[in-house]
């Protein structure tokens, strides 16, 4: 078959992009795979930072936020493949597999009182609610304090309304663009007219505005933009090549004109979630988020753990060992290097001697200034940080580290923003199979990689997680028993078990 591996990160070299790549590894060697980017991609960086060998794989590289010409390149294909985190692309191919590392995007989550009345009342809404659709010109979900969106120069929405009455719909707009960037001139059309012209400055916070719409019917207001746009590349020397417009958040209110009053929680647009009729099969990649899958898109999906690159054990050495991708809790999935290294200040001033913690991790551009206060607070102790660690740097740590911390998803209201866990943790058993000794949050996809108290710890707060590797460092028969443990654990997510649970998948959409 002709095959279509996409993802948009392909430049950020994280997890996903490992499990994107050895997706494409694997199914190489019986079919004809193409990488599928929107900006040249460097194979050599991807063996050497991710060690994965794509020799045999080509590249295609297609433009971004176009849907049409998305599907068109698509379309071309056999099986598409989409491996992109939070991606609502339509699969235009024949077939069409959906990697789900989460369910981004999602209904809003509710809990108390109001997930009562949703059980108890589904599917009343108030008459008086619109609704919103994304329309052509944006670019996928990402997550901050919101999910949002950004747009292309000229994007649109289709708004429906209530039949035989004024409706007012309110778009909130985030100042996320930088400084450096200046104001965004935007120009807003209903059905063909200029009704709103608005400037957003950069800064902090969000701009709403509100569009008063007569009564609807079964047409759509069909909502227009034509914006200025900015290079993060160009102007912050970034990896992204993009031209970003206006930052949308994606979930939208809107009541009758009169007397508006509008609530963060009163939610009328909700995702369009049709582009997944458009796969044959979904893959989650854990039961964490399988189980998610079935709860916030009401589908059925198969596990496909990720590939997990099988180190070696070296003599150990007195150190702590954390790998993931810097960036803080406003530019995506933080992975809580900050709080991590205030937690081993506490070790030290506790009297902690001899060991040193290591951070190791990729880091865009944009993300310097958290990488910076990650420095800044390990100032003064035995702290080595790695920004953009080869992969030889990588697998040297990941030989000598005694322990190994992860707190992605630490302080994290887990029933609402169950994204902000870790879905799987590939590092975590990158390290394990080292035989690091794991001491982990015990949230997501955490809960599957160990046993506590077995392989390794779990931790829930930052004081249990000093607590509980002061008396792992201070106990070298259970950091002996861990260790040997952990690297038992470890060696069971090898690629061969990957390999063919995907063989089979493949073997099974493609036989429908």
């Known amino acids: 078959m002709k095959v279509a591996v996409y993802n948009r990160y392909w430049r950020t ?4 992009e490992k499990y994107s790549g050895f997706v494409a590894h694997c199914l190489a060697d019986d079919h004809d795979v193409d990488l599928l980017t929107h900006e040249p991609l460097d194979r050599l960086l991807l063996k050497e930072r991710l060690d994965l060998d794509l020799s045999g794989v080509g590249v295609r590289i297609i433009p971004e936020g176009d849907d049409v ?6 379309s071309r294909y056999d099986l598409l493949i989409n491996a992109t985190y939070g991606s609502d692309a339509m699969c235009r191919s024949t077939h069409g597999l959906y990697i789900c590392y989460f369910p981004i995007p999602h209904p809003p989550i509710r809990t108390g009182v109001a997930a009562l009345a949703e059980r108890l009342l589904p599917g009343k809404r108030s008459p008086s609610h619109a609704h ?6 944006w670019f996928g979900h990402e997550r901050a304090k919101h999910v949002y969106r950004w747009s292309t120069e000229q994007p649109n929405l289709r708004i429906w309304t209530p039949k035989g009455a004024e409706t007012a719909i309110q778009l909130v707009f985030l100042r996320l663009m930088p400084r450096q960037a200046g104001p965004t001139e935007l120009d807003i059309s209903i059905d063909g007219r200029v009704v709103r012209t608005v400037t957003i400055a950069p800064g902090h916070g969000e701009l709403r505005v509100t569009l008063p719409l007569r009564g609807g019917g079964p047409h759509p207001a069909l909502i227009q933009f034509n914006c200025s746009t900015f290079s993060p590349g160009e102007i912050l020397g970034s990896d992204d090549p993009r031209r970003l417009g206006v930052a949308l958040v994606a979930d939208q209110s809107g009541r009758p004109a009169n007397g508006l009053t509008y609530s963060r929680r009163s939610y009328t647009s909700t ?3 049709h582009f997944l009729d458009s796969y044959d099969e979904i893959a989650a990649i854990s039961q964490y988020t399988k189980d998610w899958v079935t709860r916030l898109w009401e589908k059925p999906s198969q596990i496909l753990t990720p590939p997990v690159t099988l180190q070696t054990r070296a003599d150990k050495e007195p150190i702590i060992l954390s790998v993931g991708r810097f960036f803080d809790h406003a530019g995506g999935h933080c992975k809580k290097q900050a709080e991590m290294v205030t937690a081993f200040r506490a070790l030290v001033d506790r009297g902690l001697q001899g060991w040193t913690y290591h951070l190791a991790g990729g880091c865009e551009r944009e993300h310097a200034a958290y990488l910076e206060r990650v420095g800044t607070l390990a100032e003064g102790l035995p702290v080595q940080i790695h920004p953009n660690a080869s992969g030889a740097t990588l697998k040297d740590l990941y030989s000598r580290a005694s322990i190994f911390w992860h707190a992605t998803g630490l302080e994290e209201d887990e029933k609402l923003f169950p994204e902000r866990a870790e879905h799987f943790g590939i590092t975590t058993i990158e390290a394990m ?5 794991p001491i982990v949050i015990g949230k997501g996809g955490q809960l599957e990689t160990l046993v506590d108290r077995v392989h390794g710890r779990h931790f829930t707060k930052l004081s249990e997680l000093i607590e509980i590797t002061w008396e792992v460092i201070h106990d070298e028969g259970v950091l002996r028993r861990y260790s040997l ?3 038992e654990r470890g060696q069971t997510f090898g690629p061969d078990a990957f390999r063919k649970t995907l ?8 036989s429908r």
């Open 69 to 74: 010409a998305f599907g068109y390149e698509t």
């Open 132 to 137: 919103m659709e994304w329309g052509d010109g």
């Open 13 to 16: 070299l994280g997890g996903g």
């Open 433 to 437: 199979s080292a035989g690091a000794v």
């Open 503 to 510: 063989n089979a998948m493949v073997e099974g959409i493609s």
């Open 271 to 273: 995702p369009q979630m």
């Open 485 to 487: 443990a952990a690297e």
